[in-house]
């Protein structure tokens, strides 16, 4: 099982990377009109506060099944 999952992970790995070799030939005005007004930062702080919450869910979560594990053995 293990295997198979650190396999996926790998040839995902390798997809991105060659996909990135690939010109992209894309306009970035939204990017640069959000950083020139400032609201990149609303953003990423956006981001990051969802990224946090994921990250502090799946802490609890990983703490109430190891209490839980306890209690069954």
């Known amino acids: 099982m293990k ?3 650190y396999l996926t992970i790998v040839l995902a790995f390798f997809a991105l990377q060659m996909q990135a070799q690939q010109p992209v030939v894309q306009e970035t005005e939204m990017a640069d009109l959000m950083r ?38």
């Open 3 to 5: 295997k198979k999952f």
């Open 36 to 73: 020139g007004n400032g609201k990149i930062y609303v953003v990423i702080a956006v981001m990051l506060t969802i990224l946090a919450g994921l990250i502090g869910y799946l802490i609890r979560l990983e703490r109430k099944m190891a209490r839980l594990e306890k209690e069954i053995y």
